[in-house]
């Protein structure tokens, strides 16, 4: 067996890295690295905020110490389920350190990359626009060149203060598109966000993509915007079907003046005192390997694509908290429950790292 492919097979084992899509493993396997450690080296220690990395054995004998006098020596084996957990997780409840008592090969890699690559896998929907708030847009013929108008009447323009939609209006860049010119490629990573001011275009994924038909898009509809917020590659294709006029807002310019309309955020002190007045319900996005593996009391799961099918469904009377550790995903959840008219939010991880409380299931 190749290097490659045994590196290929040990991330398939290891959790959560198992749960990434395998078009994602070639580029996983370019940021894992592998390190050798003495006998006697403290590999890691808890500390207030959450681990940068993930790590896990490879190879050797560790100590991991609660206290004084609560120690464990744990040797590597493939057959122990804790060797395929990242080591962070023997830490975690009661803090402590682990250190080496032989010589060790850990590998690591980032917490947040693979949360992005988590998100990417997750995000098997359409992600260039939303076309599932249940309403149709009632279009006056008189007023289909007026892109202002239509645009207006939309979900995400619901979310935002008059400041705000001057902002927007104000730096949208134009740019004359021709018919057949290709706007968005399928995988390739989001550039901006677009707003469609003149002329038609359409969407359509590659086999395997989860638009099973192309769709229109017509004067006021908007794309590009989800892979934004999650940071994950565009899951379709977008072109134009006639001459137009498209409006561009950069990623920066998206993130100053649209993220923060669109994806809210409280700390837990916040939330204590209005909880009392507004029932909430807590939300987890992860996949149920990911929710099983541990979670926040009273918590449902709703992983994004089910999340997709239900948003509509789900009670606008009540608050939606979205739990931190769903990182990427819990943003692009509040994204899409805000602009379904819903109460969300996500809760801004605690600096001590010791706010969430947690629920292991059998």
Known sequence: MSDQAELAALLGRLYPLSLISAQYLPQLQEKVLRI?????????KSQPSVSKLYHYLLRGSIERRI???DRMTMTYSEQESW?????EDLIT????SIRALSPCELLAVSRRYIDELLTSSQ?????VVHLETGAEILIDDDLVDDWTEIFLQTPLAAHLEPKALHELFSRLQDREVEAGELIIKENSRGDGFYLLKKGLAQISCGRGGALRSPIDLGVGDYFGDESLVAHTPCNATVCMLEDGLLGWLDEQAFDEVLRPALVKTLTESALQQTSEKTPVQWVDVRLPPEYKHGHREACVNYPLASL?????RLDPAQRYMITPECGRR???????????GLDAYLLEESSDGMEMV???SA
């Open 83 to 87: 060797c395929l957990n990242p080591l």
């Open 67 to 69: 206290s004084f006098a």
């Open 36 to 44: 050798e450690h003495a006998a006697k080296d403290t590999l890691i």
């Open 93 to 96: 409840e009661h803090g402590g």
């Open 123 to 127: 995000t098997q929907s359409l992600d």
């Open 358 to 360: 947690m629920a292991s």
């Open 308 to 312: 997709r099918k239900r948003i509509l």
């Open 330 to 340: 819990g943003e692009l959840a509040t994204y899409l429950m805000r602009q379904a």
